[in-house]
């Protein structure tokens, strides 16, 4: 079956600096990724998406590119802000659903000042 | 506005209740989800309903049961409730297009 992995439980880090978020899938079908961030107590949200393969898709200062060759999905943000604190969800849809979201275990980003 | 909204925000039980949480949409989204969220484990999916009275079963579907019997309405069943059933409850709709929208969860402890 489909599965996604996270590879970071938790990353630290000190405003100003670069994030990369690790996500990696299997699926047999053509892939659709995506992007979820959870803050603390709320619901988890849409942060981007992408099924085009070596596409740049960016949001809020937060990017990511799908390469289907190396079945990677890494979010990036060139600046974090104590606002970023939170969860993030890899998350992969196969192209042969039945609108199945398959979920990666989450990483936990902790910005300090 | 587009909404999803679960009740109650927050339940206890106790061992051997049964337990309805109610979810809610206002965007006629066909697909609705549950989910249950565990720390370090994700958000692993319990049902799938892809109109009314047509659900799959997810990825942990055992002591779960769901109802469907309008569009905008998907109710989550746990019959004779246990503690391992402790949990962060999410409940979510989507177009189609992949894009889920989460209620706000329900906070359950089996006690």
């Known amino acids: 079956g489909d599965s996604v992995t996270q590879t970071e439980g938790l990353v630290t880090l000190t405003k100003g600096l670069p994030v990369m978020l690790n996500c990696t899938y299997q699926t047999t079908y053509s892939p659709f990724l995506f992007w979820y961030v959870q803050h603390l107590n709320e619901a988890p949200k849409l942060l981007l998406k992408s099924s085009t393969d070596n596409k740049r898709t960016e949001h809020q200062g937060f990017y990511a590119t799908l390469h289907k060759s190396s079945s990677s999905f890494h979010l990036q943000k060139s600046s974090v802000q104590l606002s970023d604190s939170a969860l993030y969800f890899c998350?992969?849809?196969?192209?042969?659903?039945?609108?199945?979201?398959?979920f990666g275990k989450g990483t936990k980003l902790s910005v300090k000042s | 506005d587009m909404k999803v909204t679960q009740m109650p925000r927050y339940l206890i039980k106790r061992m051997g209740e049964n337990v309805l949480l109610e979810c809610g949409q206002d965007m006629s989204h066909e697909t609705m989800y549950w989910y249950r969220q565990d720390p370090g484990l994700g958000l692993q999916l319990i049902y799938i309903?892809?109109?009314?009275?047509?659900?799959s079963e997810g990825d942990i579907p055992k002591g779960y049961r769901v109802s469907r019997k309008k569009r905008e309405h998907f109710s989550l069943i746990l019959d004779s409730a246990k503690t391992n059933q402790t949990s962060v409850y999410f409940c979510?709709?989507?177009?189609?297009?992949?894009?889920?929208?989460f209620g706000s969860g329900t906070r359950l402890t089996v006690l």
């Open positions: 979510a709709s989507s177009s189609g297009t992949g894009t889920l929208y």
């Open positions: 309903s892809y109109d009314v009275d047509s659900n």
């Open positions: 998350a992969l849809r196969d192209g042969g659903s039945n609108a199945k979201l398959t």
